[in-house]
Every structure is written in C-alpha cells, then in structure tokens.
C-alpha cells in the first residue's frame, strides 16, 4: 500500500471507533485553544507562506467547488433549477445527489437523469475560486490531491500533476466491475444529451454497456457501493505519495480547502498527521463553518474560516498575482 492509502487506512480506523464525534460535527482531536488572527492578518500569513514554501500541496475537497457555484448536489436552489430544472419539476429533488439515488421506473429515464448530471460537471467552465488558486500557484512546485469528482482540476492541469481519490465524472466503468478497465465517459454522455432533447430519457440502444459481460456501464466514481479500485485508482494514490517521498525532507505547505465533517479521513487528518511528523511542514485550512486546529501543530499551521471564494480573491490580490 502507498504511503497515502496508509495515512487515509489509519485514519479510517480511528473515524469508525470515534463515530458519533464525527457525526456530531466534532473531531476527537485536542483542539488549539490559541485566538485566530484577525482575518488580514490570515491572508497575509496565507501568502507569506505561498511564497516561503518550496512546495505546495492542494487538497481541494466538496467546500471549494460548492464555493465556485457548484453548489447543486445537496440542495433544490437556483442552480440546481438551471441544470436539473426538469428533472426539478417532475419529482421534486432536493439536490443533483437526491436524483442519483431515485429509483426511476426505466432505465431510460435513469440515464437521462445520470447524463444530465454527468454532462453539468463535465462541460462547466472552470469556477473562479480554482482560477484564484491557480493563480497563487503560478510559479511554484506543486501537487493536487482531490476528492472532487467534477473534473475541475482536470481542465487545468495535467494528469500528472492531480491525484483524483474518488473518482471522475469523464470516465465509466463496468457497473459489475467484471475487469479493470475505464472507458471514455464525454462523447457518449454527449450523445445522450443531444439524443434526449427537452425529453427526459436516452433512447434504449444508447445506454451504454460493459463489452466484456454486458452490464450497464457506471461512473467511476465512489459514492454508490461499486467503486472500481484498480489500476487507474492505484496510480492516484501513487501521485500523492511519490510527491510527498520526493519533497518531504522540504519546507512543504499544505493548503486543506473546504472539507466537511463526514469525510475527515482523505485530506484533513493525514494534512494534520504530515504537517506533524514532516520537519519542515505547514498547514493553512480554509473552511467556512469548522475551526479544527489540532493542538499538536498550533505553531505550524493555521484555519481560516471564512468563505473560500473569498480567502482566495484576497490571497491573490495580496499576492499582487493576474
Ligand atoms: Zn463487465
């Protein structure tokens, strides 16, 4: 197993036996007990530390595209209206997520809904709070960990330069996982989107199937039970890990953006775990509702709680990056 995979296994472990602490929105960690700095001073600090760092790693998580306006997963607001409007209309979903899980009486109509949710993310332009981001990047070493499945990062970087742990919404896989292949998911939802029109299924020869055994083809991406951990998953865990191997004798900054309280086990605590035992490690959170800064690295890191669109529009400008 990758040196990553450990931190996120351990972590994992330590999430099942503190269950209700997590589920209540706490975390089993001494907290620091220090006084924020004011915010100018944090985003001061946040671009000092940019700057000071050989170099940086990203762990962009659900908070960050939410704060871009992808903001439609859990909740019936204005954007999911614009997207999902007549999926909206016709059963009432509380958000992109709720539509996923809706037993549809074909699976025609099945399709429909999961291309439409495809194609949101895969054809959205980059949102503003990356394009800050990649900004404050511009001229540093850096690595991307991500468990954003909406293929942002991806229409930034190389594939190289991104480690995607949950997925992405550009591939299928066999719903059975009969064998370790991901196919091209773009052209076919495209066509599917086209061939519906204003309706709100696929044609019945459009759904697309596993050439080995058959089945229906599935997204590649964790969150409905038949996540396909193979080759292509592997190779993630590897781009996260060989980085930290390469660069972990470095002053390293590690910038946590926008992860919430049910999934604390892919970014936050091995950031915290790393930010501890590396010799030369920092850590900057943003988050908008939790202030978690583990007592062990008070004196190396810092949480700014606030919006992130806004933390990164200000962390640019002090940055004085275009
Ligand atoms: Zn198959």
């Known amino acids: 197993m990758s040196l990553y995979e450990d931190l996120v296994t351990q972590t994992q472990m330590n999430y099942s ?23 100018e001073e944090q985003i001061k600090n946040f671009a000092k530390q940019v700057k000071d760092a050989e170099c940086i790693i990203i762990g962009g998580a ?14 019936d607001n204005e954007s999911y209206r614009k997207y999902f409007g007549k999926y909206a ?11 996923m899980m809706h ?30 981001l990649d900004a404050i990047l511009k001229g540093k070493e850096f690595h991307i960990l991500t468990t954003n499945q909406d293929t942002q990062f991806m ?55 596993c050439p080995q055994c058959g089945a229906e083809m599935f997204p590649w991406v964790r969150g ?18 060989n980085y930290i191997e390469k660069h972990k004798t470095e002053k390293i900054l590690f910038i946590e953006l926008g ?21 030369d490690a920092r850590y900057i959170a943003v988050n908008d509702k939790y202030d978690f800064l583990p007592k062990q690295i008070e004196d190396k890191g810092i949480v700014i709680v606030n919006n992130i669109a806004t933390v990164l529009e200000d962390v640019r400008k002090e940055a004085g990056k275009k």
């Open 17 to 39: 036996s503190y269950y209700g602490q997590y589920a209540a929105g706490q975390t089993p960690y001494q907290l620091s007990q220090k006084a924020a700095l004011p915010y």
């Open 62 to 75: 659900s908070g960050l595209s939410a704060a871009g306006g992808g903001d439609f997963y859990y909740e």
């Open 89 to 99: 209309e016709k059963y009432g979903f509380n958000g992109a997520f709720d539509g």
């Open 103 to 132: 037993q549809y009486q074909t699976r025609e109509e099945h399709w429909g809904y999961l291309a439409t949710f495809l194609h949101t993310t895969q054809t959205a332009p980059v949102r503003q709070p990356y394009l800050d």
């Open 155 to 209: 229409k930034l970087y190389d594939e190289k330069q991104v480690s995607e742990i949950q997925g992405d919404h550009r591939f299928f896989q066999c719903s059975r996982q009969c064998h370790d292949e991901i196919w091209d998911a773009v052209k076919p939802v495209e066509d599917m989107i086209k061939a519906m029109g204003d309706g709100t299924s696929i044609p019945k020869e459009m759904i697309p199937r």
């Open 224 to 241: 409905y039970g038949n996540f396909l951990q193979g080759r292509k998953y592997d190779r993630q865990y590897e781009k996260i890990s």
């Open 259 to 279: 992860v919430g309280r049910m999934t604390p086990m892919f970014i936050q605590e091995p950031f915290w775990n790393l930010t501890l035992t590396l010799p």
